[in-house]
């Protein structure tokens, strides 16, 4: 599955797009030979396009071009100033100042205050983003003048600007929202403004550039289409017939056609694909309690080989969550749980299972089948029986957050390591639907987060460690993200989103 933020991240997908007219990059309506018209693919239609709902990854694009964010993450893997120009912590890092701009109007014409700010956090923490959790330390946010906003946190937050560049930091305009017109329209601040007449919900939506924007060099189109392609046949032959110009690739396998049909393939390793073996506490899976079953499971599965029939070798083989540029890191944990199926039978019958045992995961039609059919024949090689729910792209996240599968194929993002143990490891994280805990690793997350550098960058190593022993998880391999784009058209990739910025995408020069 793809990055979620997620995120998200994420797997609500709508139906394939029936595309019609021009085709980008050719003819008069040509957009990336142009500079008027962006084409754009993507993996999922958003769930909502209100701002206080919203889900980073693979639906970025959707609120940024109508939102600015009060922080920026580059492609250089920085955080820049954008709504708000500087920022300071206090000693103990558990306040937060903010400078907001005084030069930014919204869409609809009202003003950007630190007093809009300060109402959209509130909103968001309150809201129903499956994002809200960023903003779970935020104790009380003030606004004393027009320009300054004091974010006051519970305890010292280390990924807390980070979430200022993504949903948590989006600022939509206080009338629109005391009007409660965000879910079909948008009041932001941002490069561009959505076309309603000619969007149709589920399957394209328009941008017009904003011609009031404070950062015209951020503009780099006339208009922007994000066409919703979630079949990945679909998308690819949207790609191969020149119908967009942008987009990142559902699976590595369509790499050497689209190369093929004269596009460029900007890559990153960001993601890992594996299991998500989520409830460890055994409530409906009395099995994964046992880190036993969860090594087994690991010992199971052939991941060099699986990285060549699954993505065509574009990927590092790993057994680790945490990624290279990570404190956490440690190499020789790439390789702890190696193809050794007759190890894996020797601690299911150590566990108490020598004749394996049943396992409930969800399939979905995004996912290719050779996946699901591979990981289902891997595991019953080892004597555990994997019984599919076929569930709808739609649905798919939601059914895994409710929760209810105690495992499942999921592509999660490695981001920095304080966003990666809020997301996946802590008891409260998103991808800890079960809310498994363990008082080793609750002590690891307080050092690390109360720590100085140097205790931190050794919590973070030994809770690394301590997870992959105990196998949190079953991460397969670090996937090489493919964001394709046609000759017309450059993009530059974050190291911390599956997306590039809408402003990183731009014509060729």
């Not at 997620?6 to 595309?19: G, N, P, S, Y």
């Not at 007219?21 to 018209?37: F, I, K, P, R, W």
């Not at 979905?364 to 019953?380: D, N, P, V, Y």
């Amino acid at each position: 599955m793809f990055r979620w933020k997620t995120a998200a991240a994420a797997l609500v997908a709508a139906t394939a797009l029936t595309l019609a007219g021009c085709a980008a990059g050719s003819g008069e309506d040509s957009g990336s030979a142009s500079g008027e018209t962006l084409t754009l693919g993507a993996l999922f239609g958003p769930t909502s396009l209100d701002p206080g709902q919203a889900e980073w990854g693979n639906r970025t694009w959707y609120y940024q071009a109508a939102y600015d964010t009060l922080l920026l993450a580059t492609p250089e893997g920085e955080i820049a100033p954008f709504l708000a120009t500087e920022w300071s912590y206090n000693e103990d890092s558990t306040v937060l100042t903010l400078t907001i701009r005084d030069d930014v109007t919204f869409t609809d014409g009202s003003a950007l205050t630190a007093g809009v700010v300060a109402e959209n956090l509130e909103r968001f923490k309150t809201g129903t983003s499956p994002d809200a959790g960023y903003l779970a330390s935020m104790a009380t946010v003030e606004a004393p003048d027009d320009t300054t906003v004091v974010i006051t946190l519970s305890a010292p937050d280390p990924a807390f600007l980070n979430y200022l560049t993504r949903t948590a930091g989006l600022v939509a305009s206080t009338e629109a929202i005391e009007a409660g017109t965000l879910a079909d329209e948008t009041a932001g601040s941002g490069p561009y403004i959505l076309d309603t007449d000619a969007t149709v919900t589920g399957s394209s939506y328009v941008y017009t550039k904003n011609d009031d924007y404070w950062a015209p060099e951020l503009q780099h189109y006339d208009e922007i289409k994000i066409n919703v392609l979630s079949d990945p046949t679909a998308a690819l032959n949207a790609i191969k017939a020149g119908e967009i110009d942008a987009m990142r690739l559902a699976s590595n396998d369509a790499v050497p056609e689209v190369e093929g049909s004269g596009w460029t393939i900007n890559a990153s390793e960001q993601e890992f694909q594996g299991l998500l073996l989520m409830d460890r506490a055994g409530t409906t899976a009395p099995e994964l309690a046992d880190p036993k079953v969860r090594q087994a499971i690991n010992f199971a599965f052939d991941r060099p080989a699986m990285l060549t029939a699954l993505q065509t070798d574009l990927g590092t083989v790993t057994t680790q969550v945490f990624p290279t540029n990570s404190d956490a890191y440690d190499e020789a944990l790439d390789e702890v749980y190696d193809y050794d199926p007759e190890k894996a039978k020797e601690l299911l019958t150590e566990a108490g299972y020598p004749d394996g045992f049943t396992l409930s995961m969800p399939s979905t039609s995004l996912i290719s089948a050779a996946t699901f059919t591979l990981l289902q024949q891997q595991l019953a090689d080892v004597g555990i029986t994997v019984e599919y729910t076929d569930t709808a792209p739609s649905n798919f996240i939601a059914d895994l957050l409710a929760p209810k599968y105690p495992a499942s194929f999921m592509q999660l993002e490695q981001n920095s390591d304080w966003q990666l143990i809020q997301f996946m490891i802590a008891p409260g994280a998103l991808f800890n639907p079960f809310h498994a805990a363990d008082p080793k690793v609750d002590e690891l997350i307080s050092t690390y987060q109360f720590g100085d550098d140097a205790t931190r960058e050794a919590a973070v190593k030994e809770l690394n460690a301590y997870i992959v022993d105990q196998a949190w998880f079953a991460p397969f391999y670090r996937v090489q993200a493919s964001f394709a784009t046609e000759p017309g058209t450059t993009a530059e990739t974050l190291p911390t989103n599956s997306l590039p910025n809408i402003y990183d995408i731009q014509p060729a020069s």
